[in-house]
């Protein structure tokens, strides 16, 4: 059976362009209401336009879809509590929230200065909480919701030159988990995706790739991750050109010394991390379930 989304609101964020356009698109196809949101900033979020988001607007209209513009920040909680409230007056309800929005100002550590640092947390990660944060009371009462985080690899990875974006992407990895755990007796799914597509943010990064890695190959795993019949929370996937796999963190079993010395995690240091063996833990509590379990 199709995958629909018939009577659904969602609430795309940066979706006047690359990935977030994708998704909006899509869903838009699918039977969703859809709020486009986009300040039509710059690539480092500098500037405003209105332009990105109402074309898109056009786009789902022109498809025989429902879609409004926003044009609000995420980068403030009044930002995304307007964005939310776009979705409510226009649709009367808000079932999904893509926090999709990015900039990007990269420079080496040794570089990088607070006016590099603090807008890419603010829109990256805060933005995150400043949108799911105006939603999640509406969606723990109609007890009913779905979220999906855009981490990156640079987080979970690392990568040279983005400190300030990769402490963000990863932070919306403990973001996803920690939320996947508190919606869940609400039947809110919280998912996150660590997407690689050849977008404005990536040209200069991926040359000669944009026929292999569009957006469009993204998108659908989002949208699963969307839908009402997805089974899992909590969890990060890594999409690029049709590949789709799971990213997870995993324990290794480790070693047990009640009488543990520098000198004797110098000299274990390879069993300790050597990954024969290990689990992939759904919680803190299997972590320490683990440990205990070690320890007697």
């Known amino acids: ?32 209401r859809v709020v486009v949101n986009d300040l039509g900033g710059s690539i480092d979020g500098s500037g405003h336009d209105d332009g990105p988001a109402a074309r898109v607007v056009r786009e789902i209209n022109d498809l025989g879809g429902e879609a409004v513009a926003n044009l609000d920040s995420v980068a403030s909680p009044e930002g995304g509590a307007a964005i939310v409230d776009t979705a409510v007056q226009a649709f009367g309800r808000v079932d999904i929230v893509v926090n999709n929005a990015g900039i990007l100002r990269d420079k080496a550590f040794h570089n990088m200065t607070p006016d590099l640092i603090d807008p890419v ?45 990769g402490a963000a992407k990863m932070g919306l990895v403990g973001f996803t988990r920690v939320l996947g755990i508190e919606g869940a007796k609400h039947n809110i799914k919280v998912n996150a995706i660590a997407p690689v597509a050849f977008t404005r943010m990536t040209a200069d990064l991926m040359p000669g790739l944009e026929d292999k890695l569009k957006p469009e ?80």
Not at 123 to 141: C, I, P, Y
Request: net charge negative; aromatic share 8%; hydrophobic share 40%.
């Open 217 to 296: 190959m993204v998108t659908p795993v989002v949208v699963w991750l969307a839908h009402a019949d997805c089974p899992v929370t909590g969890e990060v996937y890594s999409a690029g050109g049709g590949v789709v796999a799971r990213f997870f963190i995993g324990l290794t079993p480790g070693i047990v010394d009640h009488e543990l010395t520098v000198e004797s995690v110098r000299d274990r240091f390879d069993a300790i991390r050597d990954e024969t063996g290990y689990t992939v833990p759904a919680n803190n509590g299997d972590e320490l379930r683990k440990i205990f379990s070690q320890l007697t």
């Open 121 to 165: 947390i603010d829109v990256h990660l805060k933005g995150a909480f400043n949108v799911t944060k105006a939603a999640w009371g509406l969606m723990r009462e109609q007890g009913y919701g779905r979220i999906v985080n855009t981490s990156s690899n640079s987080g979970i990875l690392g990568n040279f030159g983005q400190a300030n974006y």
């Open 1 to 32: 059976m199709d995958i629909g989304f018939d009577g659904k609101v969602a609430i795309v964020t940066g979706a006047g362009g690359g990935l977030g356009r994708s998704h909006a698109l899509e869903f838009a196809r699918r039977g969703a």
